[in-house]
């Protein structure tokens, strides 16, 4: 099974090579070199590694939480990525198992990211609608905007989730025709 840790420096062109490997774009590689430069980047970003290469990789970058009483930091998950010789065989659930694990307890409380429910619910993940959560573009399928709670999430947190800018940049956010 693959070894999930920190990206480590010098990292960032296998991560490249990963995403754009596993999205077959150009679009969602841009978006990460994009977010690592952006304000929203907090070092949240996890490789898998097999046999001492990268095959796997999944980042969180800040959001906020437009609660009715202010502003609450919150992440992104965005996006996960496993090259296509490894699909399959369990890294990308074990990506995001682990590095969920090794965020709790940091300051924010909520996860939300856009993807199949199919998925992304057998890892935890619930609809953001269902909980009061709102998307950040109606562009985002009901059923694919989701979150999950970490140990700083209290109860009163609802509101609108906001993308960070980079999102908008790259026009990563929801669907397009």
């Known amino acids: 099974m693959a070894l999930v840790r920190l990206e480590r420096p010098g990292e960032e062109a296998a991560v490249r090579a990963v995403v754009a490997d596993a999205f077959g774009d150009e679009r969602t590689p841009a978006l990460v070199d994009g977010m690592r430069g952006s304000s929203a980047w907090r070092a949240l970003s996890f490789v898998a590694e097999e046999a001492g290469a990268i095959v796997g990789?999944?980042?969180?970058?800040?959001?906020?939480?437009?609660?009715p009483s202010r502003?609450?930091?919150?992440?992104?998950?965005?996006?996960?990525?496993?090259?296509s010789a490894f699909q399959g065989r369990g890294i990308g659930g074990a990506l995001v198992r682990e590095s969920?694990?090794?965020?709790q307890g940091?300051?924010?409380?909520?996860?939300?990211?856009?993807g199949s429910p199919r998925y992304y619910g057998r890892l935890g993940f619930r609809p953001g609608g269902e909980a009061g959560f709102v998307a950040p573009s109606p562009r985002i399928p009901a059923a694919a905007f989701q979150f999950v709670t970490l140990t700083a999430y209290e109860p009163w947190m609802t509101g609108t989730l906001v993308y960070p800018d980079v999102f908008w940049e790259h026009d990563c956010v929801g669907l397009r025709p």
Request: aromatic share 8%; proline share 8%; no cysteine.
């Open 106 to 114: 940091r300051p924010e409380p909520l996860v939300f990211l856009e």
């Open 57 to 67: 990789h999944v980042s969180y970058t800040r959001g906020w939480l437009d609660a």
């Open 71 to 83: 502003l609450i930091e919150v992440l992104v998950l965005s996006p996960l990525s496993v090259a």
């Open 100 to 103: 969920l694990a090794a965020l």
